[in-house]
């Protein structure tokens, strides 16, 4: 099973910029799209973004597109999730997740999950 582990979370002030990575172990990411959630506390996890496996197709929720860029290096094995120009509603747990049935942000067409990085966005 692909495992996948998240690092780069911490504390950030209003309008800072972090960048998450999501480091895999796949012996080839060429075939795996990669998506980044975000559950916040009470709230239900939601999509991120998603990168196709040759990162050349990108989407993004309403609510980050514009401030947050996703990209990946499959030499290197890692999926980034740039993030800008913060809010306090960015303050969630993000996790890292890949599948391979298309260019999607629904959880359920994900197969394998990291075990997710605190980011927090103080105002």
């Known amino acids: 099973q692909l495992q996948l582990v998240e690092s780069g979370g911490g504390l950030v002030q209003l309008g800072g910029s972090l960048t998450l990575s999501c480091a895999a172990s796949?012996?080839?990411?060429?075939?795996?799209?990669f998506g980044w959630f975000r559950q916040a506390p009470g709230k239900e996890r939601e999509g991120v973004s998603c990168i196709s496996e040759s990162g050349g197709r990108t989407i993004y929720a309403d609510s980050v597109r514009g401030r947050f860029t996703i990209s990946r290096d499959n030499a290197k094995k890692t999926v980034y999730l740039q993030m800008t120009n913060m809010k306090p509603e960015d303050t969630a747990i993000y996790y890292c997740?890949?599948?391979?049935?298309?260019?999607?942000?629904?959880?359920?067409?994900?197969?394998?999950w990291g075990q997710g990085t605190q980011v927090t966005v103080s105002s």
């Open positions: 796949a012996f080839n990411l060429n075939y795996y799209i």
């Open positions: 997740a890949t599948g391979a049935n298309g260019v999607t942000m629904e959880p359920a067409a994900f197969h394998s």
